[in-house]
């Protein structure tokens, strides 16, 4: 019997619109932490999964026939294999990256992880560690973030790092969660900083992005949120089934109680009063908002400005007239 049969209730469940990989949106990579994997259910969540990762140091303890045996059954249920970052780090500080590139090409790694947890890397640095990955035709994924909860970078930091990765040529960059507490978009509660999303999906359309979601609750917050084509990292394959039914409109036990909408604006009065008449009368100009909340000028742009800060506001051109700015509210739909 098999996972989501297309017999069975064929008519009630969402169809997935990436169906076929490699898929280039609704990703889910695992994480394989050398736990035992029996290959018969393995087999029935294949279709679901499209990259496992071989989790922080590991690869360092396995010999390189054991893990081409590993990567070998993973290739051939048609999942791709990758490093993280956390080794990809590690070489960079001794000096070892081109052998680190030659041998994961060697052993049948598929992508590469770089990230910056421990080392700050220039962009020109960046440049040479993907032409030379790239040279082997391996690929090569950005990580944006860090893992230490003491050290987290803020908006401006953040979006400054996705920008950068995207003018390497990365497709898509995977953000930081670590175990998804205290750290990227969680907060030290486990929960997701709906601030934080609204300010770089402001900036970079939402399936720029790989979301670390550890925990089941934050899986389901997201997918609620931005549907079936969000993609998702860090998932345990335990919960690749949870997963995949969201996907497809089933709700799972971590989805009751889990509220995944936006927080209230934070801040004045003014703010507060501001962001209402927006979100009730968008697309609208500053001088219409100033008219219609009799509030100083300097008053409606300073509340634009912390709106837009915190992720809950957009100004864009007006369609009718281009040397004119609307705000809207930021929408839970893809950009």
């Not at 400054?160 to 003018?167: E, T």
């Not at 345990?236 to 497809?248: I, K, L, T």
Request: charged share 25%.
């Amino acid at each position: 019997m098999h996972f989501l049969c297309p017999n069975l209730l064929k008519d009630l469940a969402k169809n997935r619109l990436d169906s076929q990989k490699p898929r280039k949106e609704g990703l889910t990579y695992i994480i394989d932490r050398f736990q035992g994997l029996e290959k018969e259910n393995f087999e029935i969540l294949a279709p679901f999964i499209d990259i496992v990762k071989i989790h922080g140091a590991l690869p360092l303890l396995a010999s390189d026939t054991l893990l081409k045996q590993k990567i070998k059954f993973y290739h051939d249920l048609g999942v791709q294999v990758s490093t993280g970052s956390t080794i990809t780090e590690f070489a960079i500080l001794e000096h070892s990256l081109e052998r680190l590139a030659k041998e994961a090409a060697a052993i049948g790694f598929d992508t590469i992880e770089i990230g910056e947890n421990s080392v700050d890397i220039s962009m020109e640095r960046k440049r040479k560690i993907m032409d030379l990955v790239t040279s082997l035709d391996i690929n090569v994924q950005c990580k944006v973030g860090r893992k230490d909860p003491r050290h987290q970078l803020n908006v401006e930091e953040t979006s400054y790092k996705i920008g950068d990765a995207l003018k390497l040529g990365s497709k898509k960059v995977v953000l930081e969660a670590n175990e998804g507490v205290s750290v990227g978009i969680y907060d030290e509660k486990s929960l997701i900083k709906w601030n934080l999303i609204g300010a770089i999906t402001a900036k970079f359309p939402p399936s720029t992005f790989i979301f670390e979601a550890p925990l089941e609750s934050q899986q389901s917050a997201l997918i609620a949120e931005f549907g079936q084509r969000v993609n998702l990292a860090e998932i345990h394959p335990g919960s690749v089934a949870s997963v995949e039914s969201q996907r497809r409109g089933f709700l799972s036990k971590a989805a009751f109680g889990v509220s995944y909408l936006r927080k209230d604006p934070e801040g004045g009065p003014a703010a507060k009063f501001i962001y209402y008449i927006i979100k009730s009368k968008h697309p609208i100009e500053q001088s219409d908002l100033i008219s219609l909340s009799h509030l100083p000028r300097r008053t409606v742009q300073g509340a634009i400005d912390e709106l837009k800060l915190q992720g809950l506001i957009i100004g864009r051109n007006s369609l009718d007239d281009a040397r004119k700015r609307v705000y809207i509210p930021i929408h839970s739909d893809w950009l």
